[in-house]
């Protein structure tokens, strides 16, 4: 079964970075997409940032110009850069893999990692 994991989240000051990474512990073939969402307590999950096989890129108002979205084709592992973070990032953020143009209900989610950020 494959397995979709996300990893670098942690605790930061504002103003500063963390990368994340999310990647597949199997094959999934043919992917369209790869996606980061985010859900702070009491809000709707939101897309943070998508990247499509094509490379074409799409960000949120609120995290462009800080957040960069990435691939390594080679590992099959999507990245989100992010940098000068504000307490207002601070959520749980999620990896979705996708294999179509829009959501679906066989999209592969990463279970989350935290972002705190906070002086």
């Known amino acids: 079964q494959v397995h979709v994991v996300e990893s670098g989240g942690g605790l930061v000051q504002p103003g500063g970075s963390l990368r994340l990474s999310c990647a597949p512990s199997g094959s999934i073939f043919n992917i369209y997409a790869m996606d980061w969402y985010r859900q702070a307590p009491g809000k709707q999950r939101e897309l943070v940032a998508a990247?499509?096989?094509?490379?074409?890129?799409n960000y949120a108002d609120s995290v462009k110009g800080r957040f960069t979205i990435s691939r390594d084709n080679a590992k099959n592992t999507v990245y989100l850069q992010m940098n000068s973070l504000k307490p207002e990032d601070t959520a749980v953020y999620y990896c979705n893999i996708r294999t179509h143009y829009g959501p679906a209900l066989d999209d592969y989610w990463g279970q989350g990692t935290q972002v705190t950020v906070s002086s």
């Open positions: 990247l499509t096989s094509g490379g074409s890129t």
